[in-house]
């Protein structure tokens, strides 16, 4: 997505009653700017999407809302100790009313996100997923030693 206008120069659009800059006002342009242009992409290239990670008493769980993707488009991978979730979507939009059509487009998603699993805290074995609802759900058990015990101390 493109903004509506550019500058060249500088960004001093905003100015104090008296003719000078604001002190944040090129920063906060660049910031804009960046989000406009960028089109919601991160730095790479991909979409980012943020990861819920909770600890519960025997494991750890993995929260990714990506609606309407499939499992199908899901590529889950333990290599050594790096666990990463990818996706890619190809996606074809079209115009059935029109056979000669003067424009279509194909549009593809992607998304990667990396984590380092802990070995000797997480049971790699036992990991699972299932999507559903337009959440991609992780479940990263923990192993039986390192499963998080609760006690009640006393107060003497």
Do not use: C
Request: neutral net charge; proline residues 3%; charged residues 35%.
């Amino acid at each position: 997505m493109s903004s509506i206008m550019k500058r060249n120069g500088d960004n001093s659009g905003m100015q104090r009653s008296a003719g000078q800059a604001l002190p944040f006002n090129g920063l906060m342009n660049g910031v804009l700017s960046r989000f406009f242009d960028d089109d919601f992409l991160g730095y790479d290239g991909r979409r980012s999407i943020p990861v819920n990670i909770r600890e519960t008493d025997k494991s750890y769980e993995l929260e990714l809302v990506a609606p309407g993707l499939r499992k199908e488009d899901f590529r889950i991978q333990l290599d050594d100790k790096t666990l990463t979730i990818s996706f890619e979507h190809k996606e074809e939009e079209r115009n059935e009313s029109e056979k000669n059509y003067l424009r279509q487009e194909y549009r593809m998603q992607s998304f990667s996100r990396s984590f380092n699993i802990d070995d000797s805290m997480v049971d790699a074995a036992k990991i699972s997923a299932r999507y559903e609802n337009g959440v991609l759900w992780l479940s990263l058990p923990k192993k039986e030693g390192a499963q998080r015990q609760r006690r009640q101390i006393d107060i003497a």
